[in-house]
C-alpha cells in the first residue's frame, strides 16, 4: 500500500484548505486512517481519525474546524480544514492500519506542508 497525500499550502488565518490523501490500495480493506501533523522539533500529533464503519474523532484542538471524510470508490482519504490558525501550521501526514497475517501494519504517506499565515 501506498499512501500520497497532497493539497498543502500557504492560506491566510482563517481561511480553509482541503488535504488529500490517495491510496494505491483499497482503503475498504483499512481499519483506520488518520491525519497527523508535526512542527519541528515536536512530536508528531494525531488530528483526525476515521474508521472503518466511519466513525471519527478528533484532536481536541482541531474539533468543531477539521472534517475527516472518506471516498472508497476512490480510495481517497480527506481532510477538510477550516477556521486555520497560524498554529495550525506543519507537515500533514496520512497514515493507514491494515490487518497483515493478524498484525496490525501502518502505512505512511509522505508529509505536505501546510503554512498558515497571520
Known amino acids: 500500500v501506498q499512501l500520497q497525500a497532497s493539497g498543502g499550502g500557504l492560506v491566510q488565518a482563517g481561511r480553509s484548505l482541503t488535504l488529500s490523501c490517495a491510496s494505491s490500495?483499497?482503503?475498504?480493506?483499512?481499519?483506520?486512517t488518520r491525519w497527523y501533523r508535526q512542527v519541528p522539533g515536536k512530536q508528531r500529533e494525531v488530528v483526525a481519525t476515521?474508521?472503518?464503519?466511519?466513525?471519527?474523532d478528533y484532536a481536541d484542538s482541531v474539533k468543531g474546524r477539521f472534517t475527516i471524510s472518506k471516498d472508497n470508490a476512490r480510495n481517497l482519504v480527506y481532510l477538510q480544514m477550516s477556521s486555520l490558525k497560524p498554529e495550525d501550521t506543519a507537515v500533514y501526514y496520512c497514515?493507514?492500519?491494515?490487518?497483515?497475517?493478524?498484525?496490525?501494519?501502518?502505512?505512511w504517506g509522505q508529509g505536505t506542508l501546510v503554512t498558515v499565515s497571520s
Open positions: 476515521i474508521t472503518s464503519g466511519g466513525m471519527t
Open positions: 490500495g483499497s482503503i475498504s480493506s483499512f481499519s483506520a
Open positions: 497514515k493507514a492500519e491494515k490487518y497483515y497475517r493478524g498484525t496490525l501494519v501502518d502505512y
